[in-house]
Structures are given as C-alpha cells and as structure tokens.
C-alpha cells in the first residue's frame, strides 16, 4: 500500500490505502459505482467522473488563513514532473516509497486514474502555486474499510506537502481543516472524514488533531500500524 498524509514536516505521511483501486472490498457495489461502471472506460490519464461527488467541481476555499486554496485534479501530462519531484525528497520518500523515475510515480498516479473513480488524486493549488498533494478516496470502499467499522461513504484524504518552505509551520493544519470542510461541505452522504498517518509519524498525528480530528484506534495495515483518525460531521460545529 502506497502512504497516507504528508503535511507538517517532510510531509504529513499516509499509506495511500485508496491509491491501490485494484484491491477491493467484498462489498455489494453500491448504485453510483454499479451506474458509473455501466458508462464505460475513461479516457486514458483523466478522471471523467468520481464516485465523490465531483472533486474537481468543489472550487476553492479562504479558510486556510493562508490564501486561496483549491484542488485540482492530477493530469499526468502536466503534473508528473512536479508529483515526481516531491516524491523524490528523502523526507517524503521515507513514508511514500515511491522515489525513483518519474514512471514509478506515474504507476501510482494511473492506478487511480484508470480506476472507477474511488480515489482522486490532486495538486493543492495555494494562491495560484502548486504546493501539496493530495488523495481523496473512498474509505469505504477501500482495502481501510478491512480494519475498522467504516459507514457508507466514509471519505479518506492522503497528504503530502511538496515543498520546504511550506513545511513546520503549521500550514498542514490549516489545509487538513480546511479540505475536511470541504469534503463535508460538498459530500452530504459522508458523516466522518478519515485517515490513517503512520505512528510513527508523530508531526503528522499531532497535526490531524489540531485539525479537528480524534484519534480512533491502532490499526495494523499491511505495511505499517497506523493511527486512524476520524473527524465527525456532528461534531463539526464544537472543533
């Protein structure tokens, strides 16, 4: 399994549970997949269409404190080159694992991209720059959804921050809250946003909850134990 978060510090590190579409849950297919499966295949290094209602339809949001923030979603023939390099950073490399030619991280990128829309991949747009990385992915569909009690349309993130600058100065925080609003905002069906940094990762923990997230339980994911962190439409209004 690829990582989940990279944000305050090399990045808020994450096994990117939903960037491996290929392995799925032995779940009834839920109506949106079954009627998205039914429309054929995508063309080649896009997403047509999501199964989370329309990531790149969401539109930006001021709640960062830090500008204008916006995903975009991944186009290889734009993106590669960018994703690639923050993926070669040591500090990134040493929860993602996927240092190396830019085919490696195309691999990861084309998993989802080819896939049925589960997962998402995007660049975090800040004030115009490209700074972050992200995946928003159904957890509930996910290989996740093996290791703890997930609800239909539990949504999962997966984060890095691309650059130094950016990094240990809290900024994690802010985008971390302010993409769970968003996921809150735009998906009414999805009651808890989720993810599961590494233990280890101590920035990372320590940044979802700042960010309004509560830690769950250890889960033994295949590569790591991981914290899995929950944040609750209910509880939105007190955090």
Known sequence: ??????????????TAAGADCTDTLDLRLPDDLVALLAEGERPVGTVRDDLLDGVGDWGPTTTTGAGVFQLVPVRLERDLPVISRWMNDPAVAAFWELAGPDAVTEAHLRSQLDGDGRSVPCLGVLDGMPMSYW???RADLDP???????????????LLIGGVANRGRGLG???????????LDHRPACARVVAEPDLRNTPSVAAFLSAGFR??????????????????????AVL
Do not use: C, N, Q, W
């Not at 703890?148 to 949504?155: A, G, L």
């Not at 925080?173 to 996921?183: H, I, N």
């Open 1 to 14: 399994m690829p990582p989940t978060d990279a944000s305050t510090d090399a990045g808020i590190e994450s």
């Open 135 to 137: 995946e928003i992915y």
């Open 144 to 158: 996740l959804a093996r290791h703890y009690p997930s609800r239909p349309h539990d949504t999962g993130i997966h």
């Open 173 to 183: 925080t802010s985008l971390l809250k302010a993409v769970a609003d968003l996921v």
């Open 215 to 236: 830690f769950f339980a250890e889960v033994d994911l295949p590569d790591k134990r991981a914290a899995l962190m929950v944040r609750d439409r209910a509880l939105r």
